[in-house]
T-cell receptor, first 115, second 113 residues
Framework: GDSVTQMEGPVTLSEEAFLTINCTYT??????LFWYVQYPGEGLQLLLK?????DKGSNKGFEATYRKETTSFHLEKGSVQVSDSAVYFC??????????????FGKGTKLSVIP | DADVTQTPRNRITKTGKRIMLECSQT?????MYWYRQDPGLGLRLIYY???????NKGEISDGYSVSRQAQAKFSLSLESAIPNQTALYFC????????????FGPGTRLTVL
């Protein structure tokens, strides 16, 4: 079945540092890939998405590129802020599994940004 | 106003009690989902519904049931709550279509003593 593996946290960075959160996936076919963010005490919000190979999703300074050859969708930001402190989830849909329109999530990576 | 609402936001109950969590949406989406979130495990799908007459089990449906009362309402029930159902529960919705962007409610924190 489909699966998503993302780097374990927690990750602690100083403000203005460069962020990378690794995400790799296993799926057949042509899944869509997503990054969701969960701020403390809130539900998940879509951060960015990519629907086909080599697409780059971007939003709020975050970027991720859909790499089919390496089955990866790593999240990056050039300069993090304290307000980016949250839990980040990589997810996919449209893979080969039963109910292919469901989302399959990674376990989440907690990011803390200190001033 | 929030597009996806969940009630209650917090609930503490005892083992063996029946609990219902409710979800309503104003996004006009056909598809609705229930997930639970546990620390270190991410989100796992409990049930999903593609329309009022189409309800499907997800990865971890044992001990749960659902009801899709209308396009806009999707309820999750724990018939006899047990402590390992203590978790954060999220409802989500999506429109039809391949790219399946899901919109989440604020969550219900359930504690079973």
């Amino acid at each position: 079945g489909d699966s998503v593996t993302q780097m374990e946290g927690p990750v602690t960075l100083s403000e203005e540092a460069f962020l990378t959160i690794n995400c790799t996936y296993t799926a057949t076919g042509y899944p869509s890939l997503f990054w969701y963010v969960q701020y403390p005490g809130e539900g998940l919000q879509l951060l960015l998405k990519a629907t086909k190979a080599d697409d780059k999703g971007s939003n709020k300074g975050f970027e991720a590129t859909y790499r089919k050859e390496t089955t990866s969708f790593h999240l990056e930001k050039g300069s993090v802020q304290v307000s980016d402190s949250a839990v980040y989830f990589c997810a996919l849909s449209g893979g080969s599994g039963a109910g292919s329109y469901q989302l399959t999530f990674g376990k989440g990576t907690k990011l803390s940004v200190i001033p | 106003d929030a597009d996806v609402t969940q009630t209650p936001r917090n609930r503490i109950t005892k083992t063996g009690k029946r609990i219902m969590l409710e979800c309503s949406q104003t996004k006009g989406h056909d598809r609705m989902y229930w997930y639970r979130q546990d620390p270190g495990l991410g989100l796992r799908l409990i049930y999903y519904s593609f329309d009022v007459k189409d309800i499907n089990k997800g990865e971890i449906s044992d001990g749960y049931s659902v009801s899709r009362q209308a396009q806009a309402k999707f309820s999750l029930s724990l018939e006899s709550a047990i402590p390992n159902q203590t978790a954060l529960y999220f409802c989500a919705t999506s429109a039809q279509g391949r790219y399946n962007e899901q919109f989440f409610g604020p969550g219900t924190r359930l504690t079973v003593l």
